[in-house]
């Protein structure tokens, strides 16, 4: 182990779930949209894809269930960190059994399960941003204080600082990380109100990067062996404006995933995956 | 003779001191003279000027002249002064409570000091040849110098370990001595600890230091030393160098851990017969890699691993076995599969709180893999890793937000943290501060408007007490100074009218000991690591933190007042009506202010009127201009570090968080009977720079006329210290019953005269975090005083009728009976508040030594003065304080999201006590309105003088039922002194004076309460 805090953005694996034909109609959804698997599943291949073959990592499946329409967000069921992985008891009640193959997967990886078993807790991986350094989580509809104190004791090394969600779905709607001590935001004012809350919390600096879009400020930070920083963010199709933002980011390998269909029941690109560095445990 | 390093030094200090030029001259004729005298006589000197000079003459110098003797004598962060002549060097640090001692054996330093006079290195060499044995070389010295001291001698022959480690120390000296000229500069930096005991013959004390490796170090210290010197002898023992990092602790009385305050004398802080310390990282170094010497990593190691091991430094499974394995191979080398010891160790040794076989395991496993590192390697990995952890040299304070939750406050390198339970929900960078500031057990920090808003608001805490509230204060004081600053703010100008506690940082900054750290220029001291001998204690209960918060925004200045004048705080706070905007103090009156704040305006207004009217004060601006100015300079100069690896502790850090409790500090005797008032603009005694103390103490006085005027119909409260004063009191009293407007008019005379003094300065104390920038703070302050006057004002609706069952008396019979309810006597060295070191002695003029006069005087005071009597520690102290005082209400914070709450997420007022004289003025103004509404008036006063200290708070309340009024004046007297005091006859004049004041009071109460102390052995 390298020490303490080193290594981030390296990942070795991925787990990702496929995606059940329920997500049309029964997935959870801010607002109101059809949904076409098939082009959902598709842009998922694609996705993984990325993971896979041009990333070279790793990558877990999980088979979808059907009764599990939201299944495919497998961020949100676990949050690891390190060799512990925390399962997360998620927010929307009729996601809590997505936890159950995400345990199941990451024992199989070795890594310290630590379960979230108060009742009173709840909490989304979608709401955690961890920046390499420190965790913002967000209380969101979804999060709540409780979920985050355990998360806060699942990873003591960390500062564990509570931010509020005043817009969207889950913190990371509106950002993600996109390289050491860069975080990627929307532009919208909750968005930037988020970020400032952030910055005040922590006793880091962090670049930030400002997007138009603020869901295309999800995006997918890597630092992978022989390609260096790696981000897999929004297409040019669905936000043109951000994407010649991530543009001046010259020292990155940009790879556009297209995300238009999941977009729909609130995925974003971090969500179709829980990335993890099996390397650094040794 | 100074090397190139030393210059630097000189040319720092000399920016310093640019000023203080004709200081120079002063401070070396009066060294000299003092190194004539004998040594005894110099350290009564030393305390003469402490006492008298410091607080009475000195007030009256020019801010840096003070500074500089402060400095000369105390505080350990001067280092002789590079830029006086070779001889008065000498000179100084003889006599000197040397600021800091370095490890190095003082001898080395006189050798050192030897060869400034003499300048040639010849001799100096062989007088460190002389000195192989060590005695023989100090002899020597002494004659040369006449510096060495027959103590000096003494205590080295006492003590046991000393030769051999002298030894080696005088050949290190030596060494050091022959290498050259960098030697000077370190040498100038380390003054000999010897010369802080004071040489009467004073009983020695034998105390016993735990070190951080767990053994145990027993020396023998004079009973008058101060702090310094039992940590110069640690650390002399340790052969420590960079020991601004560290610092002593004891438990106090009320087994919380305290630092020890080097400026103290020790007997005075612990205050029993239990002298026991522990040596202790006190600012855990952001970036551990920067620190010179090995022997220094080391130490902060093994107060690592305590922290972890406790669980005080909470740290996952991973980094517990990390850590661990990096300890094995420090103290182990690397692991030997044959060799069966580690196993053994690590099985009774303790690497976590919850260490288990797996653990174990994985450390062993780790510890295989650091083969080849050596020692200092493995400490250094250690550290690398240790500092990153979120709760690294983070000091935790339990309290609760302004609606009762539990929360825990966290100071640190960067700021203040708030958490609850494990969450951060809040970070208040030192930036951001403006203002740090304590009244009774409340905690106040003001924060810089964010860049959308255009007011400053105030956080307020709640601490489980006064003690608390005030350690934390230290605490935040301390931590600001060392990281942030690039010198350590002068001592509170001990100035008229001051109030709260002087208490500052006396030791180096961060800045200051790297740049020392820097100069040392000495062989790797060899040191035995030895296997951890300390037993893991057990941990506390994680604290529970809930935090408030007010909006907290980024600070991009390093600057932060932080004020120690409780009184600021109260203005801010005070206005517990008010819809208690959480911040209160937000200046600005020209700007459109929130709408919480909205009443205050008015008041804000006069004051500052008033303050322009001071003459003092625009001197003392224009002093504290340039001073600002200088700061500002410094600051640039010093960028402060770069938020660096957070801190962090939990549940021990609580408990440990020692805070000095030396309330010497706050010596402001002044009290002003509206000091209170004032001090929410006073707050400004902004620590950064003398000048500006002054401004506030003027604002402070304002405050008071204002005060006065405005109260016209008011019961009239006067805590007349001065017995002329005390007649016209009542006079006034009366009249004031018949008419309002005429005890306006007089009471502001009788106030002025009575410069009685509030010793709430250790109930209340604020801090402005330096700003560097000058012009700021006058304009904070202003608003501050605006905001506080504001407060006032909604105190005054606020206060309610005191429960006084009054006895019905008309309004013209204006006889108002006066109770004195309790007389307390309390005679404690130890008390807290009323150490005579605390009180200032020169403040009150006229009062006599015995306190009872004070009794007497009458000052419209708003009641929360009262309160602050109590806030002490002792219960027995405070009997009126509760119902006189105006209902403080707490800033509430919201706890989690500032950002949401926005700018006020107070609901209340985070009035904190409300001074009495602001209640006064509310009722009065009721009285105006025509409205015969019940009007409460609390006087607090505390004259100090040497000996004693009396503490009268007064509570009148007025109230009106059907035609006929009923005044009930309640006085509490509460005497405080040394062993020396005669309780009774200080009794006597206490009830005589109140009588004659009062001829129908009547006593109910008299508490005696006697701690018995060392001191009483040495009689």
Known sequence: ?282 | MTTEAGSETEVKEKAEESAAQPDQSEKASEETKEVANAEGEEKEKEKEKEGKEGKGISRYLPTWLKKQKSQSQTSPTKEAPPTEEPVAKVTQEEEGPAPEVNGQAEEVEEKEEVKSEQVKEKEAESHSNTSADTEPAKEEKVDESTEKSPEETKKEATEGEGAEEEKKKEQEGEKEAKEGGGEEGQTSIFQSPLRLVRKNKMKLVVCHVTLLDGTDFSCEVEKRAKGQFLFFKVCEHLNLLEKDYFGLTYMDSHEEKCWLDPTKEIKRQIRSNNWQFAFNVKFYPPDPSLLTEDITRYLLCLQLREDVASGRLPCSFVTHALLGSYTLQAEFGDHEPDQPRPLDYIGQATFAPNQNKEMEEKILELHKSHRGMTPAQADAQFLENAKKLSMYGVDLHHAKDSEGVDIMLGVCANGLLVYKDRLRINRFAWPKILKISYKRNNFYIKIRPGETEQFESTVGFKLQNHRSAKRLWKVCVENHSFFRLNAPEPPTKARFLTLGSKFRYSGRTQAQTRLASSLIDRPAPNFERTSSKRISRSLDGAPVISITEATAENGREPHLELQSDSKVKEADLSPGDADAVPSQSPGCSGLPQSPLRVHGDNIYVRHSNLMLEDHDKTQEEVLKHQASISQLKRSFMEAPPPSPPQPNQWEKRLTSSPATSIRIQQQQVVVEPQTEAAPADNTISDTKEPAKTTEVEIEETVVVQEVSRVAKPGVVTVTAGLPAAEQETRKQEVRVVEEEVMLKEEVKPTKQESVSSESESEEEAEYHPNMPIAQIPEEKEEEEEQEEMKKKEEVEEDVSVPDAPSIPAEEETNRAEDDVKKIETEESTDDPMVTPDEAPNGVLPPEEGLAAPTLEKEEPKVNGEASLVEAEPRPQVICCSEPPVVKTEMVTISDTFAAQKTEIATKEVPIVHTETKTITYEAAQLDGNGDGEPGVLMTAQTITSESLCTTTTTHITKTLKGGLSETRIEKRIVITGDCDIDHDQALAQAIKEAKEQHPDMSVTRVVVHKETELADEED
């Open chain 1, 1 to 282: 182990m390298a020490g303490l805090m080193a290594g981030f953005g390296h990942y070795t694996h991925a787990v990702v779930r496929g995606i059940p034909s329920s997500l049309a109609k029964e997935a959870l959804r801010s607002c109101q949209a059809e949904v076409d698997v098939a082009k959902a599943r598709r842009e998922h291949d694609a996705y993984v894809e990325v993971l896979r073959t041009r990333l070279g990592l790793e990558v877990v499946e999980l088979p979808a269930d059907e009764s599990l329409p939201d299944c495919v967000f497998v961020e949100d069921a676990a949050v690891v960190c390190g060799d512990t992985a925390l399962i997360t008891r998620p927010g929307a009640e009729s996601r809590r059994r997505e936890t159950e193959a995400m345990k199941g997967a990451l024992k199989d990886l070795n890594l310290n399960i630590v379960e979230m078993t108060d009742e009173n807790a709840t909490l989304d991986g979608g709401d955690v941003l961890f920046t390499g350094r420190e965790f913002f989580v967000g209380l969101s509809k979804r999060t709540n204080q409780r979920g985050a104190e355990i998360l806060a004791d699942a990873f003591k090394d960390y500062a564990v600082s509570t931010v509020p969600v005043l817009e969207g779905l889950h913190l990371k709607t509106f950002c993600s990380m996109g390289g050491p001590g860069l975080i990627v935001i929307g532009s919208s004012e909750p968005a930037q109100k988020t970020l400032k809350i952030m910055q005040q919390m922590s006793d880091h600096r962090y670049d930030k990067l400002t997007v138009p879009d603020d869901l295309a400020a999800n995006c997918v930070y890597m630092n992978l062996p022989n390609k260096g920083h790696v981000l897999m963010h929004c297409t040019p199709e669905q936000y043109p404006e951000s994407v010649k933002v991530f543009e001046k980011l010259k020292d990155h390998m940009l790879i556009p995933v297209s995300n238009l269909e999941k977009v729909k029941v609130d995925g974003g690109l971090t969500c179709c995956s829980m990335l993890i560095n099996k390397k650094a445990n040794n």
